[in-house]
């Protein structure tokens, strides 16, 4: 008899946890899933973009430390720096200095 209980005993261990993935997915799990699985798509393809914007902020980086030429043309182009013996040369509206006048 004590077997017997035994058994009784398994068999309702076995059943619980047999039941509780259902429990915990729920009564439809495949289309769960299939929103897991999109969600999945989602995350990997922002980890994607997100990987490759390090890298180029990297590279970026690395050129600032490394190469003169970044550094120069973005002191030009930015700063508007120039090197001691350089002038620069600004044209005001071509338009309005070109002898034309504008009808009235």
């Known amino acids: 008899m004590r077997w017997l209980l035994r058994v009784a005993l398994i068999a309702a261990i076995v059943l619980v946890l047999s039941a509780l993935p259902y429990q915990l997915i729920g009564g439809t799990g495949s289309g769960k899933l299939g929103a897991m699985h999109q969600e999945l798509h989602r995350v990997e393809l922002e980890i994607a973009k997100t990987s490759d914007e390090l890298a180029s902020r990297r590279r970026r980086v690395d050129a600032l430390k490394n190469d003169t030429r ?18 620069t040369l600004r044209l005001g509206d071509v338009e309005s200095h070109s002898g034309s006048e504008k009808p009235q």
């Open 70 to 87: 970044t550094i120069e043309t973005i002191a030009r182009q930015e700063l508007h720096m120039l090197y001691p013996h350089e002038k």
